[in-house]
């Protein structure tokens, strides 16, 4: 079977830096996807990782160790727009089904 | 470049009816995925077209099915509707192949009563 973590809820001050963390068990992984979801909208594409390191892209960066198991977003300089769900999706290599964990609400406060 | 729609947009139906929701994926893209997506459940994988054929199917009855036409539109049909159904359903498109990345629609939100 497949398992996919994620914290629940996270909180943040405006300004500082965020790392929300995605653990999975699965066979057969391709590579992760990270999303983000703002309340009412649909899903966005962050980032994909199919290696191992750190991948960077503005304020984004997600990184993947594949032998941990292990995903992290690291979101920097928040704002206040980065209130939103975001959601981990492992991409498994019987094709195109991603399986999505639950999502991490982050809350930004000023 | 258009993005993904789907309508309708909102649907209110009663238990025991059906329903068909549409999805126009983005132009040039084959492969049509569909997902639920519930507070309790979060998103979850219902099936995948690719080039008119499913590819991929979740953990679902069979009360949901789909289809896929050969301009790559895909519908979605719920049979026999129960009041669990309720949610919103979200189809994503993609080349289909990988990186699998997906660009989701704004979704329909289904109410039964």
């Known amino acids: 079977g497949q398992n996919i973590d994620q914290p629940t809820e996270m909180t943040a001050t405006e300004g500082a830096i965020v790392q929300i963390n995605c653990t999975y068990q699965?066979?057969?992984?391709?590579?992760l996807f990270w999303y983000q979801q703002h309340a009412g909208e649909a899903p966005t594409f962050l980032s994909y990782?199919?290696?191992?390191g750190l991948e960077e892209k503005g304020r984004f960066s997600s990184f993947l160790s594949r032998s941990k198991g292990y995903s992290y977003l690291l979101l920097k300089e928040l704002q206040m727009k980065d209130s939103a769900s975001y959601l981990c999706?492992?991409?498994?290599?019987?094709?195109?089904?991603?399986?999505f964990g639950g999502g991490t609400r982050l809350m930004v406060k000023p | 470049k258009a993005g993904v729609t789907q309508t309708p947009r909102y649907l209110i139906k009663t238990r025991g009816q059906q329903v068909t929701l549409s999805c126009s994926p983005i132009s040039g893209h084959r492969s049509v995925s569909w997902y639920q997506q519930t507070p309790g459940q979060g998103l979850q994988f219902l099936f995948e077209?690719?080039?008119?054929?499913?590819?991929n199917k979740g953990n679902f009855p069979g009360r949901f099915s789909g289809r896929q036409f050969s301009n790559s539109r895909s519908e979605m049909n719920v049979s026999t509707l129960e009041l669990g159904d309720s949610a919103l359903y979200l189809c994503?498109?993609?080349?289909?192949?990988?990186?699998?990345?997906?660009?989701f629609g704004p979704g329909t939100r289904l109410t039964v009563t």
């Open positions: 990782n199919v290696l191992d």
């Open positions: 999706a492992v991409e498994r290599n019987a094709g195109n089904m991603l399986t």
């Open positions: 077209y690719f080039s008119e054929t499913q590819r």
């Open positions: 699965t066979s057969g992984f391709n590579g």
């Open positions: 994503a498109s993609s080349l289909g192949q990988s990186p699998y990345e997906q660009y």
